[in-house]
């Protein structure tokens, strides 16, 4: 069996064509034109191409971006007060803090600063404490998260009473992917470094969300005939036939899991644009919250 290939770059370039639609009809409607600024401390360069990507997919989508650097050395105070800064200024309705911050700065103190309304990363405490919680709703869904969870929805209507495993329980991925599919009543069961028999519990899955950062690690003996594979992984394996030297690959074998799986995401080309998509549409929300 060949799976079928979710393919995540022109879910992505669709959505983004309808937040740029949308932005031209609020400008045109006198509203403000949404801003989202950028805030990135030192100079890891995976960061700055990440950066850079996301100003470049603000730019085509009509929203303002604003880029804000600051070096390595800067204090804890000087991310703070630039936070304060940007939690004032009119023309941000987004504010997005670059992680990881570099090691001495207190990341869940910057996280807890930016304003809620503003949190279109979705990574505030408040945010986040609303997504877990039963009758809660947060202002904004962690980016990868929600671009994970649109491509399950878009393969598998019916998500409710199906077997999901989230192999990963970071804050930025797999804890809010988790709670997103507990959202939409599957039973959910996280996989991390400790768990044992590992390709066993994956077995189980109806769905397969792999976010753990180790390249083809999940094999196609892991995975049950037919189900869906979310592959969040993005690693530089080395390769000396490319140019560059590497090649990205995933989380999953995706040679061996595309002949057992029914619907699989490539890497790159999956998860990847679903992310920036979903950056522009909270960016897009924040203004519309600021209207009101
Ligand atoms: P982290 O390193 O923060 O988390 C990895 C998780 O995997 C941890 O929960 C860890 O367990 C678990 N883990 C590590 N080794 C094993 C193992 N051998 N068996 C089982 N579980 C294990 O990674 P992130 O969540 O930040 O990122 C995961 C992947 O997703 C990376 O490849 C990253 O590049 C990619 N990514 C992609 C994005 C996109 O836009 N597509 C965005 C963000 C990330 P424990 O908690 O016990 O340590």
Redesign the pocket.
């Known amino acids: 069996m060949t799976a079928e290939l979710l393919d995540g770059k022109s879910i992505a370039e669709d959505i983004r064509s309808k937040v740029k639609i949308e932005v031209e009809n609020r400008v045109k409607k006198g509203k403000s034109v949404p801003g989202l600024a950028t805030l990135l401390v030192g100079e890891n360069p995976a960061s700055q191409v990440y950066v850079r990507s996301k100003h470049k997919a603000c730019q085509e989508a009509g929203i303002l971006s604003f880029g804000y650097d600051l070096p390595a050395t800067a204090s804890q105070e000087d991310v703070e007060n630039l936070v304060k800064q940007l939690n004032q200024d009119p023309k941000i309705h987004g504010i997005l803090v670059q992680l990881p911050l570099p090691s001495g700065l207190d990341e869940e103190r910057v996280l807890n600063m930016i304003s809620i309304e503003k949190d279109v990363d979705g990574f505030h405490p408040l945010n986040i404490g609303r997504l877990a919680q039963k009758g809660r709703d947060p202002l904004f869904i962690p980016c ?1 998260p929600a671009g994970t969870m649109y491509l399950i929805e878009k393969v598998m209507p019916k998500i409710e009473g199906k077997n999901a495993v989230v ?4 804050n ?3 804890m809010p992917v988790a709670l997103l599919l507990v959202r939409a009543n599957a039973t959910v069961t996280i ?5 044992k028999n ?1 390709p066993e519990v994956i077995r189980q899955a109806d769905i397969l969300v792999a ?4 390249p083809e ?1 999940v094999k196609g003996d892991w995975v049950k005939p037919g189900a869906v594979v979310i592959d ?4 530089r394996v080395d390769d000396p036939t490319q140019k560059r030297g590497y090649r990205l690959v995933g ?1 999953v074998d995706f040679d061996e899991v595309k002949e057992v799986a029914g619907v699989i995401t490539p890497v790159p080309g999956g ?2 644009p679903m ?1 920036i998509a979903m950056l522009l549409t909270n960016t897009l929300r924040a203004a519309e919250l600021a209207d009101k």
């Open positions: 990868t192999l990963g329980r970071s930025i991925v797999g996989c991390h470094s400790r768990t590992l976010a753990v950062g180790k690690m969040v992984g993005i690693n989380d998860v990847g992310t």
